[in-house]
T-cell receptor
Framework: KAGVTQTPRYLIKTRGQQVTLSCSPISGHRSVSWYQQTPGQGLQFLFE???????NKGNFPGRFSGRQFSNSRSEMNVSTLELGDSALYLC????????????FGPGTRLTVL | QKEVEQNSGPLSVPEGAIASLNCTYSDRGSQSFFWYRQYSGKSPELIMSIYSNGDKEDGRFTAQLNKASQYVSLLIRDSQPSDSATYLC?????????????FGKGTLLTVNP
């Protein structure tokens, strides 16, 4: 099976812009979670989608949003970018048949200037 | 605030030695526990999952879980320089369809040839 894919791999934006990141889970996995990783805060949960519905949400401002499509692909959007949004954004594909084991994609490195 | 604590390291061991990585968690109801390995500049890679008290072995890796003490550990036997990475402990919150992972900040392991 192909692994989790994320596009783009690298992005450079300026403050105030918005960005959309994409994730395709492992074939057959219906749940996708998004995480933000920064040197200071580590890995933090953003949200999880299952069957096109947001099932869980972390403690991030409303500028961070996401959605999931019928083919399980997911996108996350960050509006009005701030310098502090510079991070590695990771998508995880969840195997609900294996007690929720999560497999990470390669990530999108976002730099906000 | 549910927390996962790890020694940040760095933990330095000679090649061939046993590396011992530890993790404590605050949510007594947590049910699923994971160890991920993350090489510099890469995304986390799943090494082990453990759900029941006791030991679980997979090759050179052994995960240990003690729910009464809220403690998880990872032992790496016959450590190799290729094991040098940051090891992340992740705890899955309890309850129904909540698959959110809470991560520790990670322990940096260096295996010296």
């Amino acid at each position: 099976k192909a692994g989790v894919t994320q596009t783009p791999r690298y992005l450079i934006k300026t403050r105030g812009q918005q960005v959309t990141l994409s994730c395709s889970p492992i074939s057959g996995h219906r749940s996708v979670s998004w995480y933000q990783q920064t040197p200071g805060q580590g890995l933090q949960f953003l949200f999880e989608y299952f069957s096109e519905t947001q099932r869980n949400k972390g403690n991030f401002p409303g500028r961070f949003s996401g959605r999931q499509f019928s083919n399980s692909r997911s996108e996350m959007n960050v509006s009005t970018l701030e310098l502090g949004d510079s991070a590695l954004y990771l998508c995880a594909s969840l195997d609900s048949g294996s007690a929720g084991t999560q497999y990470f994609g390669p990530g999108t490195r976002l730099t906000v200037l | 605030q549910k927390e996962v604590e790890q020694n940040s390291g760095p933990l330095s061991v000679p090649e061939g030695a046993i590396a011992s990585l530890n993790c404590t968690y605050s949510d007594r109801g947590s049910q699923s526990f994971f160890w991920y390995r993350q090489y510099s500049g890469k995304s986390p890679e799943l090494i082990m999952s453990i759900y029941s008290n006791g030991d679980k072995e997979d090759g050179r890796f052994t995960a240990q879980l003690n729910k009464a003490s809220q403690y998880v550990s990872l032992l790496i036997r016959d450590s190799q320089p290729s094991d040098s990475a940051t090891y992340l402990c992740a705890v899955q919150e309890s309850g129904g369809s909540n698959y959110k992972l809470t991560f520790g900040k990670g322990t940096l392991l260096t295996v010296n040839p």
